[in-house]
């Protein structure tokens, strides 16, 4: 019997709120830090929203056998799905090439360019392992390079994904280089909806290091930001806010940042753009 994949990895969710320690600078962030923080987490996002859509290519194959079966099955699957992919199947290892053919190549709502090299490392019931690399993965609106590994749980019906990966938004070169330990689950409607994310993130970048603690965030795979949940996150100056995402309506959705006595609220647009609430 054919098993989706999506299954997610027996993790101990992480602790996931990055309170103030002695050395934090406990002044409320500014209005540009405010704006600025939001900036730098929702190209985090984007990036962590991208390469777990291109993941998602990867979990149609049938549990129990072979690792180089499974790989064979991966490359059926791609290939009904899109067209415009170069495949490269070597053993247990799938080389996807996105839009060196002709057809279509969007998949979860981005459509792929770049290199996308999937490794079926384990597929026993209850042990699966598949990682993933990627070469100047795009969907037009950032670059992703690097790699994850992604382990399944079938009993708790997630997926626990490790990363390591530099972004690069294509719009005005604003880049970083970070990593990550997330438990994904899927959204109520299925996993064609999104996942719901709990974990946490860490980048550096041209302003310095960022932490991100993830609480609850649910995702569609059409959106530039969660629809629902939190984000923690320590600035480079040491500042500390709290990001609370609601949807306002099918395509924008209301971000309120608190910081000790202060709070900004912002709109992201589907198209990513961020204006004042």
Request: one cysteine or more.
């Given at each position: 019997?054919?098993?989706?994949?999506?299954?997610?990895?027996?993790?101990?969710?992480?602790?996931?709120?990055?309170t103030?320690?002695?050395k934090?600078?406990?002044?409320?962030?500014?209005?540009a830090?405010?704006?600025?923080?939001?900036?730098?987490?929702?190209?985090?996002?984007?990036?962590?929203?991208l390469?777990?859509?291109?993941?998602?290519?990867?979990?149609?194959?049938?549990?129990?056998?072979?690792?180089?079966?499974?790989?064979?099955?991966l490359?059926?699957?791609?290939?009904?799905?899109?067209p415009?992919?170069?495949?490269?199947?070597?053993?247990?290892?799938?080389?996807?090439?996105?839009?060196?053919?002709?057809g279509?190549?969007?998949?979860?709502?981005?459509?792929f360019?770049?290199?996308?090299?999937?490794?079926?490392?384990?597929?026993?019931s209850?042990?699966?392992?598949?990682?993933?690399?990627?070469?100047?993965?795009?969907n037009?609106?950032?670059?992703?390079?690097?790699?994850?590994?992604?382990?399944?749980?079938?009993?708790?019906?997630?997926?626990?994904?490790?990363?390591?990966?530099?972004?690069?938004?294509?719009?005005d070169?604003?880049?970083?280089?970070?990593?990550?330990?997330?438990?994904?689950?899927?959204l109520?409607?299925?996993?064609?909806?999104?996942?719901?994310?709990d974990?946490?993130?860490?980048w550096d970048?041209?302003?310095?290091?960022?932490?991100?603690?993830?609480?609850?965030?649910?995702?569609?795979?059409?959106?530039?930001?969660?629809?629902?949940?939190n984000?923690?996150?320590?600035?480079p100056?040491?500042?500390?806010?709290?990001?609370?995402?609601?949807?306002?309506?099918?395509?924008?959705i209301?971000?309120?940042l608190?910081?000790?006595?202060?709070?900004?609220?912002?709109?992201?647009?589907?198209?990513?753009?961020?204006?004042?609430?």
């Open positions: 019997m054919r098993t989706k994949a999506f299954l997610g990895a027996a993790s101990i969710v992480l602790g996931l709120s990055l103030a320690c002695p934090d600078n406990a002044e409320p962030v500014t209005t830090e405010a704006s600025q923080a939001l900036d730098e987490s929702t190209l985090s996002s984007q990036a962590q929203e390469t777990s859509s291109s993941i998602e290519i990867s979990t149609n194959f049938t549990l129990g056998g072979a690792v180089e079966q499974a790989a064979d099955q490359r059926a699957f791609v290939a009904s799905q899109l415009c992919a170069a495949l490269t199947l070597t053993g247990n290892t799938l080389t996807i090439v996105y839009g060196a053919n002709a279509n190549c969007t998949y979860k709502g981005h459509t360019s770049g290199q996308h090299t999937i490794t079926v490392v384990r597929a026993a209850g042990d699966v392992e598949v990682d993933h690399a990627w070469k100047d993965l795009s037009g609106v950032l670059k992703v390079n690097g790699t994850a590994q992604v382990t399944w749980s079938f009993s708790a019906a997630s997926r626990r994904v490790v990363h390591d990966v530099s972004w690069t938004r294509i719009s070169g604003l880049s970083a280089k970070g990593s990550g330990d997330e438990t994904q689950k899927a109520s409607g299925g996993l064609i909806e999104g996942i719901r994310v974990g946490t993130r860490a970048g041209k302003s310095g290091h960022w932490d991100l603690g993830i609480n609850g965030v649910e995702w569609r795979w059409i959106d530039p930001v969660p629809q629902a949940g984000y923690t996150l320590a600035m100056n040491k500042k500390s806010l709290t990001m609370t995402f609601s949807r306002v309506d099918d395509t924008h209301k971000v309120v608190t910081s000790g006595d202060k709070t900004f609220s912002f709109v992201v647009a589907k198209t990513g753009q961020i204006t004042g609430a």
